[in-house]
């Protein structure tokens, strides 16, 4: 606590706290924006103002430029000199001592003022500008933060065009804030030649044109009427380089220049042109340049992914979810075939403080987990997250910052989709997340957004990876009219190769799938994310259960046969669960955060629950690799369906003995759902679990990427190569291995717990086929899966 900012506290409480519009102080001691907002709304009282507001507007200015003009020794109103020695105090000048209200202690104070910001010290006295300054939190000695070669900058700024009409005082606290740069461009058109209120510190088309036409300086280059190197100069130190300030382009100019404009990625002309101006003064930089990168929310055909690479692209910034905006399968295939390489945007909303906050940064990137297992993209992929607004410092320290440490904490539970974490914002929101917070790898900075305070008065992150610089007509051959953002891309961008990405499977029966992605495809991976979590969060020092990482596949098929396989005599015994020791405890984690899914299983037309059970066979017991013979991971799938179709002619013939096996066989088999029999949806879950039970038997796949490939191809296909890889297209094959089911020989007086009984049992027959019989069985079953292509 400052006695002497609680004493000009208690004095503004009791003489203006009847006046209309006051707002009373807290009397803590403390400088800070309410006593800065007392002081003027005092100032206000004292020049007839009503009701006082906080803002120092065109208003106070005009009343104070005609009825106070400057405060000096010719002041008489001892309130005004009051409020002027309560202003220093909370500077941290020394004001009024004691009662004595006069000019003459004020003085020197008032000259130290004008010496830090400047000006010089002869002659001190304030005007409404410095006044106006006196009434912000603006500093006039280097901070913490600040360095003494911006300080030289904004002095030197405030000593050169404080007289200008519109030129208002810059803070000298060493820091490049919005103020400052503000001031650089009142600066710079003033140079260019703009009278004073056409100059108004925006960065708009004629100062554009007074740079490119006025303002190149070179090297050798010297300052004379015009003060474009200084300028210059100062731009660079603006961005963070220690360049020299004397209006000379020497040697150690121009290397730093040569460094920024690497940095940016300009071309290295080593002279302060447009472009390198341009990127120095604003955040968008030189919006006519040529870039290699862009984004969109359109999601791109195939000829339009040519198109952009016809016009000079290389990779594209596409979102990972969002209705209508999401990346698709044929749209991922398009890009990696044109050739463009991908920067994933993963949002969902995040356009105010509202949205930021750990849950939802962890439920996000839980959601980037999925989705991008899903669309297949390799681990380390650098997916970036939104800040699709302005936050402001206690914004960006607190909820944003949650939010991205929610992103990180779900990143950490993946054993497998390690993914890494980019930030998409203000220069500002990039620097404090990345550097500040280490909560980001990469930024993705948000440069367009020229007003946003965010990106004014800050340099450009010293990780960025892509820089949005303006959105126009894409300008692509042959394409429909949509915008694009423009993004230069840095050499220390990661986008994503594509050109060993396999998309994912489409939808192709008939589920309602809102991505258009394949819905049992797009569950099995969410539900190996959620596994892979279980498994972490439930490991201790003592139980380590992410061991069993490589058990996930049998977990998540165990899952979906239940209860339709897992009940009576049969599966129980031959899907029986490997479970030793701690991996109960892996096994009932992950079924409890599969139960926490929504959907908890797929939401598919698919008989997931037969894939599931048969695919347990072959991961259980191995798949067969002899084309005329089975296996006992055969047992479940195909051979016991054909059995329980044979138990079904079994059955009949004994009321009508006349029965033709073939025909009744051929009525049965492959037919549509309801039908009875050996249905066409049980034909095609036994032949995924084969094909999708291979690779992860052997070659230790997990369940989603042993299913991309076969997924990708329609049911019949599937079908038709389950013919070809297990039974090498071969009637004879087909025969001879279900003749040696049907003979039963090899599960009798063996270590295997499915007997001839069991099988009997399950198929609902007296007893198993002779062998002519098993021939036919064979030759019908065969001459299906021929059909199929």
């Known amino acids: 606590m400052d006695s002497q900012v609680l004493a000009a506290q208690q004095w503004l409480n009791q003489t203006y706290g009847g006046v209309d519009g006051w707002v009373t102080l807290d009397q803590d001691g403390q400088t800070g924006w309410p006593t800065m907002y007392g002081l003027t709304r005092g100032l206000q009282h004292e020049l007839g103002i009503s009701p006082v507001t906080s803002g120092f507007g065109p208003t106070t200015t005009a009343r104070f430029k005609s009825q106070i003009g400057r405060i000096d020794g010719g002041t008489t109103s001892e309130n005004v000199l009051r409020l002027l020695s309560a202003a220093l105090w909370c500077k941290g000048y020394p004001g009024l001592p004691g009662t004595t209200v006069s000019w003459g202690p004020l003085a020197q104070s008032v000259g130290w003022v004008r010496d830090d910001i400047g000006l010089g010290d002869s002659n001190p006295y304030v005007d409404v500008k410095l006044m106006a300054s006196l009434l912000t939190m603006d500093a006039y000695i280097k901070l913490g933060p600040g360095s003494a070669s911006v300080r030289d900058v904004q002095r030197w700024l405030n000593g050169t065009y404080l007289d200008r009409a519109d030129f208002a005082v810059v803070p000298c606290d060493g820091i490049y804030g919005r103020a400052v740069q503000t001031a650089m461009l009142y600066a710079l058109q003033y140079e260019i030649g703009m009278a004073d209120g056409v100059a108004n510190g925006n960065f708009g088309p004629g100062t554009r044109e007074g740079i490119r036409t006025k303002a190149t300086v070179t090297p050798g280059a010297t300052d004379g009427p015009k003060r474009f190197v200084r300028l210059y100069q100062a731009s660079l130190r603006f961005n963070g380089y220690d360049s020299p300030f004397n209006g000379t382009f020497d040697n150690a100019t121009l290397e730093h220049t040569r460094s920024f404009q690497s940095f940016m990625e300009l071309p290295v002309t080593l002279a302060g042109d447009y472009s390198t101006w341009c990127a120095l003064v604003v955040s968008s930089g030189d919006t006519n340049i040529a870039t290699k990168g862009f984004d969109t929310n359109q999601q791109l055909t195939p000829s339009e992914a040519v198109g952009a690479v016809q016009?000079?692209?290389?990779?594209?910034?596409?979102?990972?979810?969002?209705?209508?905006?999401?990346?698709?399968?044929?749209?991922?295939?398009?890009?990696?075939?044109?050739?463009?390489?991908?920067?994933?945007?993963?949002?969902?909303?995040?356009?105010?403080?509202?949205?930021?906050?750990?849950?939802?940064?962890?439920?996000?990137?839980?959601?980037?987990?999925?989705?991008?297992?899903?669309?297949?993209?390799?681990?380390?992929?650098?997916?970036?997250?939104?800040?699709?607004?302005?936050?402001?410092?206690?914004?960006?320290?607190?909820?944003?910052?949650?939010?991205?440490?929610?992103?990180?904490?779900?990143?950490?539970?993946?054993?497998?989709?390690?993914?890494?974490?980019?930030?998409y914002g203000t220069r500002n929101v990039c620097s404090i997340i990345i550097d500040d917070k280490q909560l980001a790898e990469g930024a993705f900075v948000a440069g367009m957004s020229t007003g946003f305070s965010g990106n004014m008065g800050f340099p450009m992150p010293a990780k960025w990876h892509y820089n949005q610089i303006v959105e126009i007509d894409n300008n692509f051959p042959g394409s429909r009219p949509f915008?694009?953002?423009?993004?230069?891309?840095?050499?220390?961008?990661?986008?994503?190769?594509?050109?060993?990405?396999?998309?994912?499977?489409?939808?192709?029966?008939?589920?309602?799938?809102?991505?258009?992605?394949?819905?049992?495809?797009?569950?099995?991976?969410?539900?190996?994310?959620?596994?892979?979590?279980?498994?972490?969060?439930?490991?201790?020092?003592?139980q380590d259960i992410k061991q069993f990482a490589h058990r996930i596949h049998d977990y998540i098929a165990h899952w979906m046969q239940k209860p339709r396989y897992w009940g009576g005599a049969l599966w129980p015994v031959y899907t029986a669960t490997q479970d030793d020791g701690l991996e109960v405890l892996a096994r009932s984690a992950c079924e409890a955060e599969l139960g926490r899914l929504s959907p908890n299983k797929p939401a598919t037309a698919r008989d997931f629950e037969h894939f599931a059970a048969t695919l347990r066979g072959y991961t259980n017991w191995g798949v067969s690799t002899a084309k005329d013979d089975y296996s006992y991971g055969d047992l479940g799938g195909w051979p016991l369906d054909l059995l329980q179709v044979w138990g079904s002619y079994d059955r009949d013939r004994k009321t009508d003995p006349g029965l033709d096996l073939a025909q009744y066989l051929t009525a049965r088999i492959g037919v549509p759902k309801g039908a009875g029999g050996f249905e066409w949806a049980d034909v095609v879950a036994d032949c995924d679990a084969y094909l999708i039970g291979r690779p992860i038997v052997e070659h230790s796949q997990g369940l989603s990427a042993a299913s991309r490939e076969v997924l990708k191809l329609g049911a019949g296909a599937r079908v038709a190569k389950f013919y070809a890889d297990r039974f090498d297209r071969s009637e004879a094959n087909v025969i001879a291995a279900f003749s040696k089911v049907a003979d039963g020989i090899d599960l009798i007086g063996h270590n295997f717990p499915v007997t001839d009984f069991l099988l009997l049992q399950a198929a609902g027959a007296d007893s198993l086929p002779t062998p002519e019989e098993a021939r036919i069985c064979g030759q019908v079953f065969a001459r299906m899966l021929a059909a199929q292509g």
């Open 311 to 423: 016009a000079g692209y290389t990779t594209v910034g596409r979102y990972t979810v969002g209705a209508g905006k999401f990346i698709t399968a044929a749209e991922l295939d398009g890009l990696r075939d044109a050739g463009l390489t991908l920067l994933p945007i993963h949002q969902r909303f995040n356009d105010s403080p509202a949205e930021m906050n750990w849950i939802n940064g962890h439920t996000h990137g839980i959601e980037a987990l999925e989705r991008c297992r899903t669309l297949g993209l390799p681990a380390d992929s650098l997916v970036f997250f939104s800040v699709d607004f302005d936050a402001l410092g206690e914004t960006i320290h607190g909820p944003v910052a949650d939010y991205f440490q929610g992103v990180n904490d779900a990143f950490e539970t993946s054993l497998s989709m390690h993914l890494r974490v980019g930030v």
């Open 483 to 542: 915008g694009i953002d423009k993004d230069v891309v840095s050499n220390r961008a990661t986008p994503i190769n594509l050109s060993s990405v396999v998309s994912p499977p489409i939808e192709r029966d008939g589920s309602a799938s809102p991505t258009g992605f394949d819905a049992f495809f797009e569950w099995v991976c969410r539900a190996e994310i959620a596994c892979e979590r279980a498994l972490i969060e439930g490991s201790t020092p003592g």
